[in-house]
């Protein structure tokens, strides 16, 4: 099956999750093509027979540039069968409020796309304090404090569960290849 991962990415947690996605899928036996949605210009979706976005929330939208293909590419991607990895803070919380509103960001990002995923994942992404400018890293120490989060203000923190991660591609792909 030839799959393309396309993915948006702020600090750079969703290319990581898009390249593991991508990896596990060669592994796999699968032909990947691992794009950066700000690269795809003249993406043609019908070479694939199956298409991974991923995008990661930041101030409760998602990038630009993944919507902006996304929304040229919604009849196409919906055509095949399709998964949207969602990458948020909020995912690793239990927040119940915190996920009603990271399922209104999905039902705005599905509405500013026009393309409803088939299935979404939502997968854990990470602070990253030396990659944020000054306000970006107070509020994001804030906010940290605020949900009880010990974190080096100086370093990182990784809260993708990556064995989860793997579970759930794994059997989406299973889905789609009983499906074909």
Not at 31 to 40: I, P, Q
Request: aromatic share 10%; net charge negative.
């Amino acid at each position: 099956m030839k799959v393309l991962v396309l993915y948006g990415t702020t600090d750079g947690q969703t290319r990581k999750v898009a390249r593991f996605a991508s990896d596990l899928l060669v592994h796999q036996g699968h032909s990947v093509e691992l794009l950066c949605a700000s690269d795809a210009e003249g993406l043609a979706i019908a070479r694939f027979d199956a298409v991974i976005a991923a995008g990661s929330v930041h101030a409760g939208h998602y990038q630009a540039d993944l919507i902006e293909v996304l929304k040229k590419e919604a009849a196409a991607v919906s055509k095949v069968p399709n998964l949207f990895v969602s990458v948020s803070l909020t995912a690793a919380g239990d927040d119940i409020d915190d996920w009603a509103g990271l399922q209104s960001c999905v039902d705005r990002f599905a509405a500013d796309t026009g393309w409803t995923p088939q299935q979404v994942a939502h997968v854990a992404g990470a602070l990253r304090f030396g990659q944020y400018d000054f306000f970006r890293y107070w509020a994001m120490r804030w906010i940290a404090r605020e949900k009880g989060e010990t974190v080096d203000p100086d370093g990182e923190k990784e809260y993708t569960d990556w064995a989860s991660l793997k579970q759930v591609l794994t059997d989406w792909v299973e889905k789609v290849a009983l499906a074909r």
